[in-house]
């Protein structure tokens, strides 16, 4: 990708004849916020900074007030954060006519990056792996359903991993996100229908630091925006049917050198195919597993999820689906990646990438052992190598389990600490009184979590 600045933005607004720029912020749930700008004012915006509601850091996915997090928007006078483009950000959105284009935002207080907003914690945590001498290539893989926007049904009744004919129904679709999406940037490898009824998933390219949770918000949101065109709703809710399959995004990552040209991940020489930074990066994954829960699988809904394709402890294996870290090796280094499986599809991609550095760092620092690797189901304890953790199955947990992680809490930050479990009790709080509710009226108690979720995530 281009290196883009503001002149070079400012030439392409002109030469396609753009109207409209979209200011957006990507929230504390990964939802995509903006405001949108005629592109008469876009420079004007752009030096002068445009003016975002801090609501954006305290409300949950549907914008409801969470109560727990009221504190830090009085510190604040309720007032507003000033917001600038992060050029090489920046793109067309070509189906809206090439006549709208985004731009990614940097948000500010008093003239200083909020520490605690997301896409500022995962640039922090890659200046740290910076500063260590290495660097992160990566890609999240989310799978999505897709409904009819009216009815809300998914599009096909039967779902068939991959089968053809349930590909073929979605050609004309498949047709304009692999023709759209890599205008924006993200570079399509694979289209393929998943094991629920309307579920799909669709690969990318990774790409190293920011570049590649940007890239998954972009591609999010497309997918959603191009669906709706067509008919469709996608929705990235991690449980959407509670009878039919959840939704994952598995996080795919590699360690290179600083330089972004040498792989480190994979040592032939090493029993384990695996480099001792490697070696080192992946214990610290597994040594913090259970307080990254919170941010891997970060609403009630996504605590649904756990069944035989989830990993529920913290185990790694070679090409093994059955543990958390799936390591893939092959004959070119470059081609080597740890999969890692715990990630639920509503999660947020900058706090998934940001709380995987921040725990292999904690590995690489103290050179943590990695323990022996799961060979056959890492369901069966009996494969299970001594003190294996175990993942937090529900909210409370995960919640405890993270507090607890000082090392997690600490690379995340205070502020941040404070605004992401208030929103976690919030969740937990509807929970209880959809439960409530549900004794006294004889009905369900997931209706409340389809409002919250679906159409936001």
Known sequence: ????????????????????????????????????????LFKKKANEGLNFG?????????????HGSKEYLEKRNFGDCVCFPEYNTFTLLPWCGNTTGRVLLEPRLEGVPIAAYPRNIAKRQLDRLKNLGYSLLSAHEHEFYLVDKETRKPIYDIGNLRATSNNFQLGKLYTEIAKQLPKVGVEIETLETGCGAGQLQVTYRPAFGI???????????????????????????TKPFFDDESNG???????????????????????????QVAQHWMAGIL??????????????????????????????????RS???????????????????????ASNPYLTLAATVAAGIDGIQHKLALPKGVSGSAYNNMNLPLGTSMIPHNMKDALKAFLDDEVICKSMGE?????FTAAKMHEMELEEKAKREAKVNGDGDSDWEHTLYFESM
């Not at 400012?10 to 749930?29: A, I, K, Q, T, W």
């Not at 801090?54 to 409801?64: A, H, I, S, T, V």
């Open 211 to 237: 570049r590649a949770p940007d890239n998954a918000h972009t591609y999010k949101i497309s997918i959603k925006e191009i669906a709706y065109q067509q008919g469709y709703m996608a929705t990235f809710m």
């Open 287 to 320: 040594k913090h597993a259970p307080g990254l829960a919170l941010l891997l699988t970060p609403t009630v809904n996504c605590f649904r999820r756990y069944d035989f394709t989830t990993p529920v402890n913290a185990t790694w294996g070679i090409d093994n």
């Open 249 to 275: 995004a598995h996080f795919c990552h590699s360690l290179w050198d600083v330089t972004e040209k040498i792989p480190l991940t994979h040592d032939p020489d090493d029993p384990t195919g695996l480099s």
């Open 415 to 419: 502020d941040f600490v404070k605004l």
């Open 54 to 66: 801090l609501g954006f850091m305290n409300k949950d996915p549907g914008y409801n007030i969470v």
């Open 1 to 40: 990708m281009d290196m883009m600045d503001q002149a070079k933005v400012l030439e392409l607004l002109e030469d396609r004849e753009v109207n409209l720029v979209r200011f957006e912020l990507s929230d504390m749930h990964g939802v995509p916020r903006c405001k949108t700008i005629p592109t008469s």
């Open 323 to 345: 543990c958390y870290l799936r390591v893939k090796l092959r004959d070119d280094a470059k081609n080597a990646y740890m999969e890692n499986r715990a990630s639920s599809s």
